[in-house]
């Protein structure tokens, strides 16, 4: 059996809490989960890091789940002051991390939210990201990315692909994201 690639795409909200509702639904079944997260940051002492999203302390208390924030906050938004080699440093950091997990044996599956997103904002290549795809093939871990924009390597290389689309967002009508709703 080879590992399932999933990718959850697009420019609507979903896609990281599809992620959280298949990493629930994994530990529920028994399976060891590890949920990582790039882009964003574990703290929100520095510019461009807001306070942790909601679902990250909930997925820390579930047996079976493993959390670890690889990020240093949004690039170059959200006032984002960091020099940009700080968030390369880190997403690399982050990827060399993510390939020793998945080879390490002790996850049946692993999510990479925002992965994707390292792409978009130039921290990390699609050659990057595929290869991350690959050795999770070769070792046999099912794996789940998320982000905003299309790939045709990473979507041909996919299993699965379930797009996001927008339609109407509230921030678009001058309304800021809310605890609980956005993060």
């Known amino acids: 059996m080879k590992g399932l690639n999933i990718i ?5 909200k979903g896609k990281t809490t599809a992620a959280v509702g298949l990493a ?6 028994g399976k060891r989960v590890l949920f990582c997260q790039f882009v964003k940051a574990a703290t929100a002492t520095e510019s461009g890091e807001w306070p942790l999203s909601s ?6 208390s579930i047996p079976g789940i493993t959390v670890k924030i690889l990020g240093r906050g949004f690039v170059g938004i ?5 020099d940009k080699e700080i968030h390369k440093t880190a997403a690399q950091e982050g990827l060399e991390w993510l ?6 044996g002790d996850y049946d599956l ?19 990201v ?19 924009n299309k790939y045709n390597e990473l979507l041909e290389a996919a299993d699965l692909v379930t797009e996001m689309k927008m339609i109407k967002h509230p921030y678009y009508q001058g ?3 809310e605890r609980g709703i956005d993060y």
């Open 99 to 104: 390939q020793l997990s998945l080879k390490s």
């Open 130 to 148: 595929k290869g991350i795809m690959d050795l999770a093939r070769e070792h046999i871990v099912p794996l789940a990315l998320t982000g905003h």
């Open 8 to 12: 959850y795409i697009g420019d609507g």
């Open 55 to 60: 679902e990250i302390e909930i997925l820390k």
């Open 78 to 82: 959200l006032g984002d002051t960091k």
């Open 24 to 29: 629930v639904r994994a530990a529920g079944a």
């Open 110 to 128: 692993v999510i990479a939210d925002e992965l994707i997103s390292a792409i978009e904002v130039e921290l990390l290549t699609v050659a990057d």
């Open 175 to 177: 309304r800021l994201a």
